[in-house]
């Protein structure tokens, strides 16, 4: 489960966690979606965020909340060659 708080996406086990468990800086990372991932990892509501230290793949629960993760993270990246 994961609340984007700009530039962070805060992990939490779930909607009732009140302990955050992880944090993801977005500042300088490539949010990617594709269709070659989906055939890959057999996951079709699946995305990628890259960043300089570490790679993440997500899943949502349906291609239009993975649509809607994917436009507000590349709307507040500062590189606009990841908002493609």
Known sequence: WAIFCR???LIFNDE???VMRGAINLHDAKVDY???QHMVSHSPNSFSIC???KGYWLLA???KEMHDWVYAMR???PDSTSRT
């Open 51 to 53: 960043t300089a230290h």
């Open 34 to 36: 594709n269709k070659d």
């Open 75 to 77: 709307l507040h990246l």
């Open 7 to 9: 530039p962070y996406l």
């Open 16 to 18: 009732k966690d009140l």
């Open 61 to 63: 629960s349906n291609e």
